[in-house]
């Protein structure tokens, strides 16, 4: 982590901007695998996900789509019997190498898992969970929680009560109080595992348009197996099957061109054989 | 088979009544037997309760001059549990942490079959282990006559405390599910903070059970106590000296119920000690156990 | 990208190393004493220790009453624990509706697994010895055993019981059964694995207790095969308290370590076979 400017800073450092403008993709995975023990959920796969904008790994359960995304931030490192192979680039910077302490590369990584899960203390608490390794005066923090809330559509709700347990939300405002947790952090990739899985339609939306916002401005990588979902929110589609690639392409090309005749029958009859 | 609806039913009615009556009779039976070693144990207190100038209250203990002062017991007992506790609870702790954070359920569930082989030791296997290594390396490292010192006790103790404390406090902590564990790592967190700020919030009524429960078999151990703890009727001086011998309500009965005689006031002085120590573990369980079902209430 | 305090590098790094180091604390004590009694026990113990009365105060000769007497008190403690125990938990389970009464029972069960062992001892010495006036007999430290037992043994039938899915019940009933065949084809074959291992559990521990039994069962040297229910045995908890007590005496405490390693021997096979029991026969995975 740089220690650049004598003073705690909130704006971006101004080398790691530059690379990312130099950089068109935000992710580079490159002949990645990754395994429970013996068995292999992912085999050899390469990808580049492109800076900015929504893209989506859509396939159907048990493809590798979790697990490959639980391996951009190393969260399955410390799953039992986990391990893989290959190499993933996040910014330029390799993610198993570059990285000798691992809580660094997870605060410029957010991430959003299916099930919310706020911590049984006050809203405000939960904000600054994530803050706490950092040297920010009382202000600063009461701004960037205030900036992250109004940025995760969820400020208008709980401004006049951040002392509230968290737990008095309800689950559709406890994940969007998750994605606010993760923006704190000013992370330049967001990581999402289907996380309008387990809440209700019209809260989903509210956050499939938060998400959407959000892209302008982060790389967003969304894990999901929900296909009108995709259609609503996705710049760029990678259908995987079988810890493989199938297909991928831009939101447009996937829904009306797709070469793969695996691909069409998904999205049609949201059904696949291999 | 349409004889069957003319079957009488197999069972007569009073064979289910019998086993009901001898359901309810076992029920009572396990109800009353506390109530018969509670009574029994106030009873027999009663002889040096109605005795005045037994100086229960005071530092002396002497039967055949009539004095039954029981503080140097008490204050034994709570010395040694409080080494016990110094002793058990950090590494308890720590290692509860270790545990439940590690990777592998194979070493998770290995170390948990051999905490449950340890808890079988009996007690005074653990003191011959005090009388025949750890006083003696006490004696050398304080350069004493005797290792059959407080210190001793309490360091024995501990490690006697330590898989019961271990065992449930990792239950307590497992307990938290995962999910919070992975958010909290998601957001950068080390994993001291995430243990502070995620996992003790929600499982320290589990850890607190536990203590308690630790503490309240570490005043209620006997044999092993008094194998290692010098048997001697005094306060130490100074008060908070580990290194003096000592007793503690345990060993005084451990060592004294057999040879006073039946219904003296010396006999009924060590079972109104012994009624002060059910009342004070009979409590802390009591207390352990409303700490030990809630401990999910956040989830 | 922010600035990192390092403070907190520093503590973690710190944290990680004593809970590794607290680890290796508890397997150095765990080898210790395992060590110390296997390695001590091993040189003490022979066929002919096993099966040779002691002589000269235990400190030559074997341990072969002290076995026999601790066989016989804790075997003899767990047939009277049994039906009370299974009674209690079928009571709880199968007729008691009312709350207040659940709640009076676990506090008893729970006030029993509390009091020190010492005391269970003096309530006996009390109560038979001297109320009743059986005198010292192996049998008055087989019953109070057996009060010791209860509670592990009830709570744990208790427990096996509450894991019977509710629908075997009410199948069984839809079926016509009258209670007590339920209690019999449902209630009894679907909680058998928590009466064993609570016994089982429960008779690991009984067999090492020397408090209890020390003031009203037990006798130190002389003793034999006792011919009525009224006559002590010797025990090899009690045995060893004898023999530590000479410490001094590296004969005697050579045999100590026999008796030890007999007694730690006997309790692991008690408690490893509750554990084998319980993963055989655990219905799908419950603990």
């Not at chain 1, 893989?84 to 997870?106: C, H, N, Q, S, W």
């Not at chain 2, 086993?19 to 070693?37: D, E, G, R």
């Not at chain 2, 079959?113 to 006083?135: D, H, K």
């Not at chain 2, 004696?139 to 210190?151: K, N, P, V, W």
Request: hydrophobic share 45%; aromatic share 8%.
């Amino acid at each position: 982590m740089t220690a650049e400017g004598s003073a705690p800073q909130l704006t971006l450092v101004a080398g790691s901007k530059s690379r990312s403008e130099a950089s068109p993709s935000a992710i580079q995975i490159e002949g990645f695998s990754a395994y429970y023990g013996k068995n292999c959920i992912i085999s050899d796969l390469s990808l580049i996900i492109p800076d900015k904008g929504v893209t989506c790994l859509l396939g159907p359960s048990g493809t590798g789509k979790s697990t490959l995304l639980r391996w951009l931030n190393r969260i399955n490192e410390d799953t039992e019997n986990a391990s893989f192979a290959g190499r993933i680039k996040i910014l330029g910077r390799d993610v198993m190498r570059d990285y000798p302490d691992v809580t660094e590369l997870r605060r410029e990584i957010g991430m959003v898992f299916q099930q919310p899960c706020v911590f049984p203390c006050s809203i405000y608490d939960n904000m600054l969970m994530g803050l706490r390794n950092f040297k920010l005066s009382k202000s600063e923090t009461r701004n960037i929680i205030e900036t992250s809330l109004k940025q995760a559509a969820l400020w208008d709700e709980v401004a006049n009560r951040l002392e509230a347990p968290a737990t008095s939300l309800s689950l559709g405002q406890q994940q969007r109080l998750c994605i606010a947790r993760a923006l704190a952090l000013k992370p330049k990739v967001l990581l999402f595992d289907e996380p309008t899985a387990s809440i209700d339609p019209i809260s989903s939306r509210v956050i499939e348009d938060l998400v959407m916002s959000l892209s302008e401005n982060i790389s967003i990588v969304m894990v999901t197996h929900n296909i009108a979902q995709t259609k609503r929110i996705a710049d760029h589609v990678v259908f995987m099957c079988d810890g493989k690639i199938v297909e991928q392409g831009s939101r447009s090309h996937m829904f009306s061109l797709a070469t793969c005749d695996k691909t069409r029958t998904y999205i049609t009859e949201e059904f696949c054989d291999c | 088979m349409s004889t069957l609806a003319a079957m009488p039913p197999k069972s007569a009615p009073q064979h289910g009544d019998a086993l009901k009556a001898y359901c309810q009779i076992s029920a009572i039976l396990s109800v009353l037997i506390v109530a018969l070693i509670l009574s029994t144990l106030i009873l027999q207190s009663g002889p040096v309760l109605s005795l005045k100038n037994s100086g229960m209250f005071s530092t002396h203990w002497n039967p055949d001059a009539g004095q039954y002062g029981m503080m140097p017991m008490v204050f034994g007992s709570v010395f040694v549990m409080i080494i016990a506790a110094i002793v058990a609870f950090p590494i308890g702790l720590m290692t509860a942490i270790y545990i439940s954070e590690t990777r592998s359920s194979k070493l998770r569930r290995f170390i948990k079959s051999v905490l449950e082989l340890l808890t079988g030791i009996p007690s005074i296997v653990y003191g011959l282990i005090g009388v025949a290594y750890l006083n003696i390396w006490v004696a050398e490292a304080f350069d004493l006559q005797s290792g059959r010192i407080i210190l001793t006790a309490g360091i024995l103790l501990g490690i006697m405390i330590l898989p019961t404390f271990l065992t449930l406090t990792e239950d307590a902590i497992s307990t938290v599910p995962a999910r919070f564990r992975e958010n909290a790592k998601a957001l950068g967190l080390y994993r001291h903070e995430i243990f502070k700020l995620t996992i003790l919030p929600q499982a320290k009524s589990g850890i607190a059970g536990a203590g308690l429960l630790a503490i309240g078999r570490a005043l209620g151990e006997t044999m092993a106590v008094m194998l290692v703890i010098g048997s001697l009727d005094r306060l130490p001086s100074p008060l908070f000296n580990p290194l003096s011998s000592g007793q503690t309500i345990t060993s005084k009965l451990g060592r004294e119920v057999g040879e006073s005689a039946f219904g003296s006031a010396h006999f009924s002085a060590l079972v109104f000690m012994s009624l002060i120590l059910v009342s004070i573990t009979i409590v802390l369980t009591i207390i352990s156990q409303y700490f030990l079902s809630r401990k999910n209430t956040y989830v | 990208m922010f600035k990192v305090v390092n403070k907190r590098h520093f503590t973690e790094k710190c944290f990680a190393f004593s809970t590794r180091f607290s680890l290796l604390i508890c397997a150095s004590v765990l080898l210790f004493l395992l060590g110390s009694i296997a390695i001590q026990g091993i040189g003490a113990i022979s066929l002919e220790f096993l099966f040779t009365p002691a002589r000269e105060f235990g400190k030559s000769g074997g341990i072969f009453y002290q076995l026999f007497g601790s066989l016989l008190i804790v075997l003899v403690a767990a047939l009277l624990v049994l039906p009370i125990a299974f009674g209690t938990a079928l009571f709880r389970n199968a007729y008691n509706n009312n709350l207040a009464i659940a709640k009076i029972m676990d506090q008893s069960l729970y006030a029993l697994n509390a009091i020190p062992s010492v005391t269970y001892g003096i309530f006996g010495l009390i109560f038979f010895v001297n109320f009743l006036g059986t005198g010292i007999s192996w049998f008055v430290g087989s019953i109070i055993l057996a009060i010791m037992m209860l509670p592990t043994v009830t709570l744990s039938t208790h427990q096996a019981m509450l894991a019977i899915p509710k629908i075997y019940h009410e199948n069984a009933a839809a079926l016509g059964l009258p209670k007590k065949e339920i209690i019999r084809r449902v209630t009894l074959p679907q909680s058998f694995h928590g009466i064993v291992t609570g016994l089982l559990i429960s008779l690991a521990r009984a067999i090492g207790e020397t408090a209890p039994i020390m003031f009203i069962a037990t006798a130190f040297s002389g003793v034999k095969v006792p011919g009525s229910l009224v006559e002590p045995v010797s025990t090899l908890p009690t045995h060893i308290l004898e023999l530590a007590q000479q410490s001094t005496d590296p004969q005697a405490l050579q045999n100590a370590w026999g008796a030890s390693l007999t007694l730690v021997t006997l309790a692991a096979i008690f408690s490893g076979f509750a554990l084998f029991l319980r993963r055989r026969l655990t219905p799908e995975g419950h603990s």
